[in-house]
Each structure stands twice: as structure tokens, then as C-alpha cells.
T-cell receptor, first 110, second 114 residues
Framework: GESVGLHLPTLSVQEGDNSIINCAYSNSASDYFIWYKQESGKGPQFIID?????DKRQGQRVTVLLNKTVKHLSLQIAATQPGDSAVYFC?????????FGSGTQLTVLP | DGGITQSPKYLFRKEGQNVTLSCEQNLNHDAMYWYRQDPGQGLRLIYY???????QKGDIAEGYSVSREKKESFPLTVTSAQKNPTAFYLC?????????????FGPGTRLTVL
């Protein structure tokens, strides 16, 4: 099976700083990875994805890094804003199903 | 305005009652999914459907049932056999099943058993 873990359940950053959220996975056969953002009481919102043939992908203010050697995935948010406060979790595709991590609560401090 | 809708947003039921959660999508997606979310845990898959009139059990299907009579609709019934039904339920859809297509989520239904 697949296990997915996030390194920290909570993360606090100052507004304007960069945030880094990390995710570790166990099965090297995973070939598709997604980061979701979930605000309180709402459904998860797609942020960015990456396939295993890449090691970096950039979006608007977000970057996902994939290190297949150590089976590690990270989400970097540049210039963190109050609206970025939410739970972030990674999801991995394996054998047609997504496995989700438990999430990191990001709090942006004024 | 395309998307996934779930209703109701909040739902209360008494023990021993069955309750049905609605999920509708107008994205023309083939695949639809139901997840359960509990505090401090990742999403767990209840059921998924790859195509109309087909559905498969996920990791925690016991006490739940689904139907997929229309492409747009994938209702979930929480039966009295589900021992701990209080949770946040999320419906999702993707263009195709079992591939690297992104799953898009609805706003969720919070079910509370009184």
C-alpha cells in the first residue's frame, strides 16, 4: 500500500515570507502528485500537480518540487498572504487511486 | 457556471436513520468519487464510479451505498449500518478514471448524527 505523511501538522509564517510545506511518501511507483488547499468548511481546491518525469513545476506564486530519490514532495508559496491560511495536503496517484496526506495547517501571521 | 455541487451543506440525522447526500457535476466528467474526511486525517475513499451504472468500493465502503444512474449525479446513502457516520463528506470528479487526471472537489456536506 501507500502511506503519505506530512512533516508538520502546523506551520506559522509571517506575511510576506515564503512558506514550505513538505510531504513524504513510501511507494516509489507513484507517478502523479497533487497539492490541494482546503479552507475551513470548504472542499479542497486544486493548486498544482506534477508528474514523476519532472522534478519541479511552477505556478503563480507556488512551486512544487519532487525528489524521487528520497520520496519527498514539497510545496513552496512565495510572499505568503493572509488568504493563504488554510490546510494544505498532498495526494499521490497509485494504481488508479489517490492517497491523501493528513494535511498541514498554514497560519499567516500579520 | 461549471462545477460540482453538493447538498445540503449541513445535515443532521438521528441514529438508525438512513440519509442521502447529493452530488451533481456539469463538467461532463466520467469519473466521480466520494470521500470521508475526519479531523486530523487524510481523505479516505468510500466509493468511486468510472462510468454510468458502474461503481466500485473504496477503502471504507461498509455502511454506505451509492448509485450512478446519470453521468451528472452520484448520490451517497449513509445507512444505519455505518457505526460512526459523523464526518465531512466530499464528492469529487475527474475527466477520466484511473489516470493522472486531477480530481476536482465539491464544497462538502457535514453530517452530524444526533
Amino acid at each position: 500500500g501507500e502511506s503519505v505523511g506530512l512533516h508538520l501538522p502546523t506551520l506559522s509564517v509571517q506575511e510576506g515570507d515564503n512558506s514550505i510545506i513538505n510531504c513524504a511518501y513510501s511507494n516509489s511507483a507513484s507517478d502523479y502528485f497533487i497539492w490541494y488547499k482546503q479552507e475551513s468548511g470548504k472542499g479542497p481546491q486544486f493548486i498544482i500537480d506534477i508528474r514523476s518525469n519532472m522534478d519541479k513545476r511552477q505556478g503563480q506564486r507556488v512551486t512544487v518540487l519532487l525528489n524521487k530519490t528520497v520520496k519527498h514532495l514539497s510545496l513552496q508559496i512565495a510572499a505568503t498572504q493572509p488568504g493563504d491560511s488554510a490546510v494544505y495536503f498532498c495526494a499521490l496517484l497509485l494504481e488508479g487511486q489517490l492517497t491523501f496526506g493528513s494535511g498541514t495547517q498554514l497560519t499567516v501571521l500579520p | 457556471d461549471g462545477g460540482i455541487t453538493q447538498s445540503p451543506k449541513y445535515l443532521f440525522r438521528k441514529e438508525g436513520q438512513n440519509v442521502t447526500l447529493s452530488c451533481e457535476q456539469n463538467l461532463n466528467h466520467d469519473a466521480m468519487y466520494w470521500y470521508r474526511q475526519d479531523p486530523g486525517q487524510g481523505l479516505r475513499l468510500i466509493y468511486y464510479s468510472q462510468i454510468v451504472n458502474d461503481f466500485q468500493k473504496g477503502d471504507i465502503a461498509e455502511g454506505y451505498s451509492v448509485s450512478r444512474e446519470k453521468k451528472e449525479s452520484f448520490p451517497l446513502t449513509v445507512t444505519s449500518a455505518q457505526k460512526n457516520p459523523t464526518a465531512f463528506y466530499l464528492c469529487a470528479s475527474s475527466i477520466r478514471p484511473l489516470t493522472g487526471d486531477t480530481q476536482y472537489f465539491g464544497p462538502g456536506t457535514r453530517l452530524t448524527v444526533l
